[in-house]
T-cell receptor, first 109, second 115 residues
Framework: GQNIDQPTEMTATEGAIVQINCTYQ??????LFWYQQHAGEAPTFLSY??LDGLEEKGRFSSFLSRSKGYSYLLLKELQMKDSASYLC??????????WGAGTKLIIKP | DTAVSQTPKYLVTQMGNDKSIKCEQN?????MYWYKQDSKKFLKIMFS???????INETVPNRFSPKSPDKAHLNLHINSLELGDSAVYFC??????????????FGEGSRLTVL
């Protein structure tokens, strides 16, 4: 079956760095997405990786290893507004997005 | 202007009723979707339309019927509502001729509560 695994919840301190991991098992693979979802709001796109390696975009970076079925989202210089759920989603061979349940990130001052 | 807008944002209704949620996107995208996010926060695809044509129809009870009058609109009608239908329903759109080849733009969600 197809599956996305990510931690349910993580806690970090304002100004610090946090890495949110995601492992995936899909029928074929056409890329890995990260979305941010604040409580009560819609998910918003953060990143898309289809090749191995690290993609940096400001304070957020996303890494992909296709051979390991593994990705992570790295958030630097954490701010209180980064408190949200972070959803990992993989695009399978049929171009269907398979979603994880999300990682709730709690930022403490 | 809101890119993907859906109405109503909140809907409280009794079991057995019929209700509709409307969605409109002004991004010029070819593909639109309906997702259901339950209390455990899993996003589950329900339907996908590309240029008014049904592309994805996941295992969803036939009480749920999508309608796309044009490529900018995708409405969701639900008959005989059940308690388990309580969830947040997200509309989304993406550019391109193939579904899910690009990032998704989500509406704000419609929280349906069935009593």
């Amino acid at each position: 079956g197809q599956n996305i695994d990510q931690p349910t919840e993580m806690t970090a301190t304002e100004g610090a760095i946090v890495q949110i991991n995601c492992t995936y098992q899909t029928s074929g693979f056409n890329g890995l997405f990260w979305y941010q979802q604040h409580a009560g709001e819609a998910p918003t796109f953060l990143s898309y990786n289809v090749l191995d390696g690290l993609e940096e975009k400001g304070r957020f970076s996303s890494f992909l290893s296709r051979s390991k079925g593994y990705s992570y989202l790295l958030l630097k210089e954490l701010q209180m507004k980064d408190s949200a759920s972070y959803l990992c989603a993989a695009l399978d061979s049929n171009y269907q997005l398979i979603w994880g349940a999300g990682t709730k990130l709690i930022i403490k001052p | 202007d809101t890119a993907v807008s859906q109405t109503p944002k909140y809907l409280v209704t009794q079991m057995g009723n019929d209700k509709s949620i409307k969605c409109e996107q002004n991004l010029g995208h070819d593909t639109m979707y309906w997702y259901k996010q339950d209390s455990k926060k899993f996003l589950k695809i329900m339907f996908s339309y590309n240029n008014k044509e049904l592309i994805i129809n996941e295992t969803v009870p036939n009480r749920f019927s999508p309608k796309s009058p044009d490529k900018a609109h995708l409405n969701l009608h639900i008959n005989s509502l059940e308690l388990g239908d309580s969830a947040v329903y997200f509309c989304a759109s993406s550019p391109g001729n193939d579904p899910n080849t690009g990032e998704l733009f989500f509406g704000e969600g419609s929280r349906l509560t069935v009593l």
